[in-house]
Nanobody, 124 residues
């Protein structure tokens, strides 16, 4: 069983950068697909990015491709989301997720474990 704790959210100017971290506990972390979802006010939660258990393959929603990078360090039980050139429309609560699934895994129902979320606000 995995427990996830996000950090690194906050206020950032458009065009700046921000890195989210997600610390996982639980012995099965290295075998899980990890990812990030987000929910903006008044909107449904949406897939942002995911990474395979060994970090060899990544997947992104189109609107963040080329700007966001997901990575993981299994030795540190941590997954990251590097956000470069964020835009005001990236403002949302970002959730770290983990689960066992086939690849790609873009549905929230494919992830059994969720963090509490961290707020990211991008100012224009």
């Amino acid at each position: 069983q995995a427990q996830l704790v996000e950090s690194g959210g906050g206020l950032v100017q458009a065009g700046g950068s921000l890195r989210l971290s997600c610390a996982a506990s639980g012995s099965s972390f290295s075998s899980l697909i990890m990812g990030w979802f987000r929910r903006a006010p008044g909107k449904e939660r949406e897939f942002v990015a995911s990474i395979t258990s060994n970090g060899g393959t990544t997947d992104y929603r189109d609107s963040v491709k080329g700007r966001f990078t997901i990575s993981r360090d299994n030795a540190k039980n941590t997954v990251y989301l590097q956000m470069n050139s964020p835009k005001p429309e990236d403002t949302a609560v970002y959730y770290c997720v983990a689960g066992r699934s086939t690849w790609p895994a873009r549905s929230p129902y494919e992830y059994a474990y969720w963090g509490q979320g961290t707020q990211v606000t991008v100012s224009s």
